[in-house]
Nanobody, 121 residues
Framework: QVQLVESGGGLVQPGGSLRLSCVAS????????MSWYRQAPGKERELVAD????????MYAGSVKGRFTIVRDNAKNTVYLQMNSLKPEDTAVYYC??????????????WGQGTQVTVSA
C-alpha cells in the first residue's frame, strides 16, 4: 500500500532553515509527481510546491518562491523541501502528497501524516 512518511519539522527562529523529507513506498516513485502542502491553524490546506516525476519541472506558491526549494531523489524514493529564510507565517503542518500521474496537474491521491513546522523567536 502507498505510504508517505514526512520528517524534519521542528521549531526554528525567523530567518532560519529546515529541510523536510518525505519517504515514499508502495508505488513506482519516479512515475508520479509529488507535492508539499501546508495547513496553518484555522486555515485551509494550501499548495506550497510541486515537482514532476523526473524532477525536471517544479512549481512554487508565490509566498515561498525564492525561499523554498523542492527536489526529489528517485533512487531513494524521497522528496525534500528545503526551506530558507523562514518567517512566522510559514508556521503550519506540512504534508507530503502523491499526485495521480507523472505531472503535477493530476490531483493528489495520497497524503502523509504531516510534520509540524513552527517559526518563532
Amino acid at each position: 500500500q502507498v505510504q508517505l512518511v514526512e520528517s524534519g519539522g521542528g521549531l526554528v527562529q525567523p530567518g532560519g532553515s529546515l529541510r523536510l523529507s518525505c519517504v515514499a513506498s508502495g508505488f513506482t516513485f519516479k512515475n508520479y509527481a509529488m507535492s508539499w502542502y501546508r495547513q496553518a491553524p484555522g486555515k485551509e490546506r494550501e499548495l506550497v510546491a510541486d515537482i514532476n516525476g523526473s524532477g525536471g519541472s517544479t512549481m512554487y506558491a508565490g509566498s515561498v518562491k525564492g525561499r523554498f526549494t523542492i527536489v526529489r531523489d528517485n533512487a531513494k524514493n524521497t522528496v525534500y523541501l528545503q526551506m530558507n529564510s523562514l518567517k512566522p507565517e510559514d508556521t503550519a503542518v506540512y504534508y507530503c502528497g502523491k499526485r495521480g500521474g507523472l505531472h503535477y496537474y493530476h490531483p493528489v491521491d495520497y497524503w502523509g501524516q504531516g510534520t509540524q513546522v513552527t517559526v518563532s523567536a
